[in-house]
């Protein structure tokens, strides 16, 4: 079975920087497109960036362009996601997932359990 386990969250003042990491087994992770969500309180979940399968396409939603960079290391199974000058709406859970296709866009149907990140002003 799928198993997707994020890290790398925490508490960061504004304007600081996160690198969040998702652990990935149970499925060839080379071959399947990646993605990165969140869920602030009271708000549903947003998309964030995605990644294809070999990492050569990425897409990112526009409240995070030009300050996150996702990556993925298929040699470890793990992905990434870089966030810089974070600010206070970036607060809150952060989920990856596992792409049902190779290529973008692609809908998911393995998640991981969240790492938080707060954001103070």
């Known amino acids: 079975q799928v198993q997707l386990v994020e890290s790398g969250g925490g508490l960061v003042q504004a304007g600081g920087s996160l690198r969040l990491s998702c652990a990935a087994s149970?499925?060839?992770?080379?071959?399947?497109?990646m993605g990165w969500f969140r869920q602030a309180p009271g708000k549903e979940r947003e998309f964030v960036a995605a990644?294809?399968?070999?990492?050569?396409?990425?897409r990112y939603a526009d409240p995070v362009k030009g300050r996150v960079t996702i990556s993925k290391d298929n040699a470890k199974n793990t992905l990434y996601l870089q966030m810089n000058n974070l600010k206070p709406e970036d607060t809150a859970v952060y989920y990856c997932?596992?792409?049902?296709?190779?290529?973008?866009?692609?809908?998911?149907?393995?998640w991981g359990q969240g790492t938080q990140v707060t954001v103070s002003s």
């Open positions: 149970g499925r060839t992770f080379s071959s399947y497109a």
């Open positions: 990644i294809n399968w070999s990492g050569s396409n990425t």
């Open positions: 997932a596992q792409g049902r296709l190779q290529y973008l866009p692609s809908p998911y149907d393995h």
